[in-house]
């Protein structure tokens, strides 16, 4: 029988279980939070977008280490980091604190809602600039600050406030900043490191090891103000990495230039 008449067994269709399904559980989480939010329990909102990034963070490694990942499992879970990490803290930020600038005004209650929209839209960009990214950027940083990470610091600041008794409407002239800070921080040529090309190998030093006790520990014991900290930390260290870089490359430009030409 020739090739021309060897007929193909039909191709199969379908998408991987495993890593979708964690991605469908992030969607849920970010799902959560916005019902959360607009029921003002804000506490299980802001624990929601957390339980989000924890499986956000897993879908993409599972489906590495099992060999399945897919372009559908790719833009399944750009959908889901933007319900997540774009829809849901900007709608639990508004339903918190945001909206109670409407009592100062109409004016005021206009600067609340473009504040959230500013922040949803920020990560609707950042997530499409990430993904026309994906094969050329460097895969040891992040250009602009990640969406996980702006929810997680919007996120840990509700959950803290709540925690020490303060409401929205006590700190409704300071969120707008925040929140437009973070969005704005996603769309930036700022640099971050990212943990996903961390670790490169298989062994690490012992001292990661003793550095994630101590974190385990503190998240124990006070988890909402330990990630408020973490996270703040790691925004600030953005523009700190990326003005660091400016120096190291203008020094290594004057360097070359006063430099004699070889065979002087």
């Not at 504040?115 to 993904?131: D, E, K, M, Q, V």
């Not at 921080?185 to 690490?204: C, E, G, I, T």
């Not at 600030?236 to 190291?248: E, Q």
Request: hydrophobic fraction near 50%.
């Amino acid at each position: 029988m020739s090739d021309s008449n060897h007929v193909r067994p039909p191709r199969k269709r379908g998408i991987y279980l495993l890593p979708n399904l964690l991605t469908t559980g992030a969607m849920f989480s970010g799902f959560y939070a916005i019902v959360s939010g607009i029921g003002g329990h804000f506490t299980a909102a802001s624990v929601a977008v957390f339980v989000a990034a924890l499986l956000d963070s897993m879908d993409g490694r599972v489906a590495r280490l099992t060999g399945t990942q897919s372009d559908f499992g790719v833009q399944y879970d750009s959908l889901s980091d933007l319900v997540s990490f774009g829809l849901a803290p900007a709608l639990v930020m508004y339903t918190w604190s945001l909206s109670e600038l409407r009592a100062y005004g109409p004016l005021w209650g206009k600067v609340g809602w473009a504040a959230a929209f500013i922040y949803a839209a920020c990560g609707a960009l950042r997530l499409a600039r990430f993904n026309t990214q994906a094969g050329v950027a460097d895969k040891r940083y992040f250009q602009g600050l990640a969406s996980p990470a702006a929810a997680g610091l919007c996120m840990a600041f509700v959950w803290s406030m709540q925690k020490d008794g303060i409401s929205g409407a006590d700190v409704c002239f300071f969120t707008p900043f925040l929140i437009v800070l973070a969005g704005l921080l996603m769309v930036s040529r700022v640099r971050y490191f990212s943990f996903k090309a961390w670790p490169n190998h298989d062994r690490v030093p012992f001292l990661w090891v003793i550095a994630a006790l101590l974190i385990l520990v503190l998240l124990a014991i006070d988890p909402a103000h330990v990630l408020l900290v973490v996270f703040a930390l790691y925004v600030v260290s953005g523009p700190i990495l990326t003005l660091w870089g400016r120096v190291i490359s203008t020094r290594r430009r004057r360097a070359r230039r006063a430099a004699p030409p070889p065979g002087e």
